[in-house]
């Protein structure tokens, strides 16, 4: 049995609201970092917008804009996890500090924070990768079947990954 359990149907109607909130993406973006924080926890969640052109991801959202702030950007494209998750549009689980130092090449940030174990979920619209919900919490905190909270979440952000895309974001 899972360790980690939610409902669908309220997260649809929590998620429903925060679309229909104003101030986006913020609210977007802080719901999701909410659900995710109250139902798998979590030490460190980003949202981040892929940006194939330069092979990079920009952050769009971080729960510790201090140490990841906002539009910060690192080369994520031509690496193994980028072609897993950027490329192919498949969601990544680390399981263990290995696999931080693996995909990250800020891992010793990461790691740093007492971030030893990951899940990625690619944000996916028309064929294309349009960014990554990336949720990190100590080692042993997730199983890969909590991949599929984040399957129900992304859906949510197309609208303003898309966005994102033509139009720049500054911060406030």
């Given at each position: 049995m899972p360790r980690h359990t939610y409902d669908p149907g309220g997260i649809a109607?929590?998620?429903a609201e925060a679309s229909?909130?104003?101030?986006q993406p913020d609210t977007l973006f802080r719901a999701v970092d909410d659900l995710t924080r109250e139902t798998v926890g979590h030490i460190l969640f980003t949202v981040l917008a892929n940006l194939p052109?330069?092979?990079e991801v920009e952050r769009m959202h971080s729960s510790r804009?201090?140490?990841?702030?906002?539009l910060g950007r690192k080369r994520m494209g031509p690496t193994p996890w980028g072609d897993r998750?950027?490329?192919?549009g498949r969601t990544w689980f680390g399981r263990n500090a290995d696999d931080i130092r693996w995909a990250f090449p800020d891992h010793e940030l990461i790691l740093s924070l007492g971030c030893e174990s990951c899940l990625n979920a690619p944000v996916r619209y028309d064929g294309r990768v349009l960014g990554v919900i990336s949720v990190l919490g100590p080692e042993g905190a997730y199983e890969e079947e909590?991949?599929?909270l984040l399957a129900l979440l992304t859906p949510y952000l197309v609208p303003p990954l898309l966005s994102a895309q033509t139009?720049?974001?500054?911060?406030?």
């Open positions: 109607a929590v998620m229909a909130e104003p101030g052109k330069s092979g804009p201090r140490e990841y702030p906002l998750v950027l490329k192919d909590d991949l599929g139009t720049p974001r500054s911060i406030s």
